[in-house]
């Protein structure tokens, strides 16, 4: 069988990711294949289907694909026995141990979307930030389900990560990400805001609709949600994640991203599949879908798939608000075709 990082199977992918663009289902997209040594293609697609390669180097807004990179960041916690996924998250932030219902919330609770925590709006959560409310609006009076026994996605759950990261190293997330997965990355071009605005894709249909609410929303650093980078950028995280020792040891490595124990969804029929940072939930527009593989999405079309069998690392990268990862997923497919 042809390996994923075939070239004729790229072309097939590519000519399927044109297509979206063409269609108008996507208003741009670029498509990359990397093993764990090297980059070996890349193609992207600007609003009129062309073939553009001035947005190889261009920054997007990853949306939920930064729910993986903090993971990362944590797991190196954890590999440094600083941390553990049992822990309870009152270990670390004492007002969360009333009632007595939220002491139960433990770190993995946080990764695997079952803390029993109510899920906010970014905008409520944003406006809270003006009154300095932003973390005690996420501490419930009554759970929503107890936790550990159900999953349902909270993307604002992850700020406790924040609260963790600052009480135990003393940093902010954004620096915590700079020390301990920026810099042992090489990745130069992922932070909260873009750090370059000149190369940033416009995120359409933001929920943060305005230029301010957006500058607003980088403060906030919403370690769920809110970073931007490259293609480039990515492919570096996964080489990364992909050489033992590198970022983690293997036994830890192998922790971080096994499919802990399924739970039953609570908003959806269906139940979750879920590590301490990613997501191996089968998907169907990727019928072929190894289960060696994980990887994270996010809300405008994004994806970073990682296949430790194979080495096939895929970045698909798009920039339109609540849009679904079915292209990217559908794209990803054409390699294991």
């Not at 729910?67 to 004492?94: E, N, T």
Request: net charge negative; with cysteine; aromatic share 8%.
């Amino acid at each position: 069988m042809p390996s994923p990082l075939d070239p004729h199977r790229f072309e097939q992918a590519a000519a399927h990711a044109r297509a979206y663009v063409a269609s108008g289902h996507l208003p741009a997209a670029l498509v990359a294949v990397a093993n764990r040594e090297a980059t070996v293609a890349v193609r992207a697609f600007n609003g009129q289907a062309e073939v553009d390669p001035s947005l190889h180097d261009r920054i997007f807004a990853l949306a939920s694909i930064t729910k993986a990179i903090v993971g990362v960041g944590l797991a190196r916690l954890v590999d440094q026995g600083r941390l553990d996924y049992s822990d309870p998250v009152a270990k670390h932030v004492p007002e969360l141990a009333e009632p007595s219902w939220r002491a139960k919330i433990t770190v993995g609770d946080i990764f695997t979307h079952s803390t029993g925590l109510r899920s906010s709006a970014l905008t409520d959560f944003a406006d809270a930030s003006e009154t300095g409310r932003e973390l005690s609006m996420l501490f419930d009076d009554a759970p929503h389900y107890q936790p550990g026994t159900r999953m349902l996605y909270n993307t604002l759950s992850y700020q406790l990560l924040n609260e963790i990261v600052r009480r135990l190293r003393g940093l902010s997330m954004s620096g915590f990400l700079g020390e301990y997965v920026f810099a042992p990355c090489g990745m130069v071009d992922t932070a909260f805001a873009p750090t370059d605005p000149e190369r940033a894709m416009p995120a359409l249909d933001h929920p943060m609709d305005t230029p301010e609410k957006l500058a607003k929303y980088g403060r906030l650093e919403v370690s769920g949600g809110g970073l931007w980078s490259t293609a480039r950028d990515l492919i570096r995280l996964a080489q990364a994640l992909l050489q033992p020792g590198k970022l983690m040891s293997p036994a830890t490595f192998l922790l971080h991203t096994e499919a802990q124990p399924s739970l039953p969804c609570l908003s959806e029929t269906g139940r979750s599949r879920r590590t301490f940072g990613w997501n191996k939930e089968p998907q169907a527009t990727f019928p072929q879908q190894p289960d060696a593989g994980f990887y994270h999405g996010g809300a405008t079309g994004t994806l970073l798939w990682i296949d430790p069998d194979t080495e096939l690392i895929f970045v698909f990268l798009t920039n339109r608000w609540i849009n679904s990862n079915d292209e990217a997923f559908a794209t990803l497919s054409r390699l294991y075709a």
